[in-house]
């Protein structure tokens, strides 16, 4: 929000405090009500999680988060395991946490600093930053394999307004941009997070839906 939006706001609600009001919704308007099947039904949810969660790029990192190349976060939140890191050009990078051998998990960690590449702990397989399979143990056994065609599976991802995004499925990749608008989009880069380091962090871990969450912490009642 520019200064002068953020100037126009303020005035607003000091206009609000003076006249004893508020922005809730006027008298005149009937209540409205959601259904408890919007929280609770798990077709929605399911249907919720594959178009929301895992066809659309979400945030998953800060920038600060993974400043060098080497530096890692894993991410699970949309059910899918996924690796996010810099190569040696700085570029982000996001791939499927799994080996394409055995479909071993690659990291267990939920963040590190500065490795060369990811090695499965099942056989040893490895890979550098950029995705690609350099190393086979016992690669003998194995007759003539192509390890171009065994790289780990890369996911859409975008860094943008300091934040990194990632979509937990292969495709073509959908602008941050495009998707946060004209009006959002600067909103954020206002922020400036890209200059910020993260000092702390709280995870809380409630057995609710999604939605409900987002409700109670979004809205004005509170």
Not at 2 to 19: G, P, Q
Not at 26 to 42: F, Q, W
Not at 189 to 194: F, V
Request: proline letters at 5%.
């Amino acid at each position: 929000m520019k200064d002068k939006e953020l100037n126009k706001e303020a005035k607003r609600m000091l206009d609000l405090i003076d006249s004893g009001s508020t922005s809730m919704i006027s008298e005149d308007v009937a209540p409205y009500y959601v259904d408890i099947s919007t929280y609770s039904d798990g077709e929605l949810f399911e249907l919720e999680k594959k178009k929301l969660f895992r066809e659309r790029p979400l945030f998953m990192a800060l920038s600060c988060d993974i400043q060098n190349p080497g530096d890692f976060v894993t991410n699970e939140d949309t059910g899918i395991p996924i690796v996010i890191t810099r190569n040696k050009k700085k570029e982000i990078k996001a791939y499927l946490n799994v080996c394409r051998h055995r479909a071993g998990r690659l990291i267990d960690e939920p963040c590190g600093n500065k490795v060369r590449g990811f090695v499965c702990p099942y056989h040893a397989w490895k890979y550098d930053l950029d995705g690609n399979l350099t190393s086979i143990t016992a690669e003998e056994t194995f007759g003539q394999i192509d390890k171009s065609l065994h790289s780990l599976i890369e996911l859409p991802a975008e860094e943008k307004y300091g934040m990194i995004y990632v979509q937990s499925t292969p495709g073509p990749a959908q602008s941050i941009d495009d998707i946060l608008g004209d009006e959002l989009g600067p909103q954020m880069g206002s922020w400036d997070l890209g200059s910020m380091h993260l000092v702390n962090r709280g995870i809380f871990d409630m057995p609710t839906n999604w939605k409900l969450a987002m409700d109670t912490f979004c809205e004005g009642y509170h």
